[in-house]
């Protein structure tokens, strides 16, 4: 069964976190103390079994000294193109 365009693109947008995460040495325990919340939200929304809104993702974003808008171009830009009529 195919992907669907919006999960393929949130796909993409995880992967840019984790990346981001991954690039500015913070561990996901380091990134929940900082979020104050436990280890197991930031793993969750990782794998994709917890989705966020804008509000945590800012939070997320700053805490990891990443661009927002950043973030935001590079799913735009993302190879995942979008279904006709989306």
């Known amino acids: 069964m195919k992907k669907s365009w919006y999960i393929s693109r949130y796909d993409h947008f995880r992967t840019l976190l984790v990346e981001a995460r991954k690039g500015a040495d913070i561990t996901q325990t380091e990134l929940a103390k900082k979020l104050r919340a436990p ?48």
């Open 39 to 86: 280890q197991s939200y930031v793993s969750k929304y990782e794998r994709g079994e917890r989705r966020l809104d804008v509000v945590e993702f800012l939070a997320i974003a700053e805490s990891i000294g990443a661009d927002p808008h950043a973030l935001i171009d590079k799913v735009r830009a993302g190879t995942v193109k979008p279904p006709r009529g989306a």
